[in-house]
Structure formats: C-alpha cells, structure tokens
C-alpha cells in the first residue's frame, strides 16, 4: 500500500500538469516543498516549473520571526530585490517560480571559495537590502511595536534575540533536555555570561535582513545568475547582523572572508552611511552570538536527526557527537563554559538523552 499523501503534495497534484510529474518532497529543514509544470490553461507567464511551499507540521524553530506571511513579504520585495524567484498566486495558492540549478553548496561546498562572479552577485544582494527600511515596507510584523528594537539600537535588536533563543529554544525545550544540556554546561547562567560578552554594540541604521544566507540558499540558474530563496526568517535589524550570520554559515576561506568583509563594508556606507560603523568590535559579538545559538540549536537537531534515523547506531551517533563537540568548542568562550566534554563523554550524553528519550515516548 502507498504512503498517505500530504495535504501539501495533494495541492501540488491538484495544481499541476500531471500529478506524476510532481518533484519533491525537496530538501528543507521549515517547509514540505514540492516542484511541478501548472497546465496550459495557466497561460503564458506561467511556463515552466513551480514550487508550493508550507511548513512543515510540529516543527521546532530555532529563529525569531519578524513578517507574519513570507510571501506577503515577497509580494513586497519583488519590485525591490531583483534575485527573488517570482511569487503569483495560483488557484488560491501562492506559489514560487521554481528556478532550475543548483544550489552554492552543490557547486561550492562549505569551506571552498567561492568563484568571484557569484561573491560580487552575493554583495550585490546585501546592497539591495540594506536599501530597503521599515518605512520601505507594509507587511505585517510579528512582533507588537514595544517589543521592537527602536531605530538604530543595536544592543536593543541583538537581546531580542538572546531572549528568543532563552525562551524559545532552552526554556521551550528544557523539560526534554535538561539534563543533557546540564552534561553540556548549559544552563540560564548561559545566557547570562552571553549577554556581558557581546554587549556595547554601536548604533547602526536598521534595513532588511534576510538572516539566512548560505550556500544552499543560493541558487546558480543555466546563465550564472544567483537567486536568493528561503525568506522565512527575514527581519529588520542591525545590517553587521546579517552580514555576520552569512560568515558563520558561508564558511569561507580565511583570505575570501577578509575580502567579503571589506567590500560589504563599501557597499554599506555607500548605500547608507553609519551601516557599518564599529564594526571591528561589533562583528565578532554578533560572530560569537551566532556560536552560541547554533550550541542550543544544533544540539537539539542532531538529537532530533537521531530519532529520525530510527536509531543510535555506532557510524551516526559518532558523527552526531562531532558536529556537538565542534559546535560546543566554538561557543565555549562567548558562553562561558569552563569544561569541555570529551567526544568519548558526549557519545556517553547522547546515547542516555536517546534512552530515556525512547523510554518517555513509550
């Protein structure tokens, strides 16, 4: 007997071609996606191949969300950023184009330079949205205007999001994780040390930021051309901001990086000045924020990715304990942690989180 259908690859099947002719689901972490031809009574403008795309049910989010509706935003942006694929609402439906290449990251893996026509499209993108403010935007926000940083407070932006990740990822999840993150050395006092360690940021003016650029959310078309997809966690912020989760996700090489650095810096005074002001300072705070969110992040995906699996087999678990230990070297200085577990110990951590894990569920 087939597998039940989602209700996200049905709408995909109703809107299409040929139901056969659905690709998908596609990789991705926050939606079910699926890729499809729309049939010809769509009409010209809508050759080729579209995506649908929800999110997925029960799933954790790691990131603070500032636009209630991503394609709202889209809608928005596409007379503004020129690397958005096409959004057009279809039979009730929004849906995207579907651009046909391959991911950064297929082309470019993680710690490889990057070729310099795709980096000069890269900065290109940051100067498109350090051009878009608040006052450039009409879409729905999230969170209510008291809980929003004012204009150009950057220390005010950045506990915003310490506080998310406190609450939304520790506290959230601390019933099913106290202990292992108390193997870890985490603890409320965590966060805490984390706040003494980035704070003093200087004022820059806010613009768009879309949070998430990295290599698998960049997408080479047939021409050379870079898309930029994914808009889910976009927000309005302190620039340095987005510029620092792209190093840390990007991992280019030491000499790249440096030059990435210095030419997003001209492109920011240019487009508007004071976006890069102390950001010698300010770029490793914001570095260091972002080790010590992935720390709680990923300690939570790897556990998850295990129960996924079906298992805690030796060859998994083994690569599950090293990215931990990494992740964890990486946030002990801006955390505060004093001990660092051995891989030996971590391996130990997870293999009893797993075990009483199972036991909870039954």
């Known amino acids: 007997m087939s597998p039940e259908l989602s209700a996200t690859r049905l709408r995909a099947s109703d809107l299409s071609d040929h139901s056969d002719a659905v690709e998908g689901p596609l990789c991705g972490y926050h939606h079910e996606t699926y890729a499809f031809a ?6 010209a403008g809508f050759k080729g191949r579209w995506k649908i795309r929800e999110p997925r049910e029960r799933l954790l989010w790691f990131d603070r969300r500032c636009f209630k509706s991503e394609y709202e935003l889209l809608y928005d942006l596409q007379r503004r ?5 096409e959004v057009a609402p279809v039979g009730g439906v929004d849906l995207q184009r579907f651009v046909e290449g391959v991911t950064l990251g297929e082309r470019h893996p993680s710690g490889e330079a990057v070729p310099g026509v795709v980096s000069a499209q890269i900065l290109e993108v940051f100067r498109q949205l350090i051009a878009v403010t608040s006052d450039d935007l009409l879409v729905k926000r999230n969170c209510e205007p008291d809980d929003r940083a004012r204009e150009g407070d950057s220390n005010a932006f950045l506990e915003r999001l310490i506080v998310f990740t406190k609450e939304h990822v520790y506290e959230q999840n601390l019933q099913q994780y106290k202990v292992l993150f108390g193997n870890l050395g985490l603890g409320l006092n965590s ?21 998430d650029l990295h290599r698998e959310n960049f997408i080479l078309d047939s021409m050379g051309k870079v898309w930029a997809i994914d808009w889910e966690l976009a927000m309005l912020g302190d620039p340095l901001y987005d510029l620092a989760t792209h190093l840390h996700l990007m991992r280019y090489p030491a000499q790249q990086e440096r030059e990435i650095i210095q030419r997003w810096r001209a492109i920011a005074e240019e487009v508007r000045e004071g976006s890069s002001e102390g950001w010698i300072e300010d770029l490793p705070r914001l570095r260091d924020y972002k080790k010590a ?3 709680f992040t ?45 891989l030996s110990e971590i391996e130990a951590a997870l293999l009893r989180w797993g075990r009483e894990d199972a036991a909870a569920r039954g």
């Not at 360690?197 to 768009?208: A, K, N, Y």
């Open 81 to 85: 950023i020129d690397v958005i694929p």
């Open 38 to 43: 729309l049939p010809p009574e769509a009409g």
């Open 191 to 211: 966060f805490e040390y984390l706040r003494k360690h980035v704070d003093g940021l200087t004022s820059r003016p806010f613009c768009l930021l879309h949070a």
């Open 293 to 295: 969110q992935s720390l």
């Open 298 to 342: 990923d300690v939570i995906r790897e556990t998850q990715s295990l129960v996924v699996a079906g298992g805690f087999g030796p060859r998994r678990l083994r690569e599950a304990s090293l990215r931990v230990r990494d992740v964890h070297r990486a946030a002990a200085e801006p955390l505060g942690l004093t001990s660092r577990p051995s």
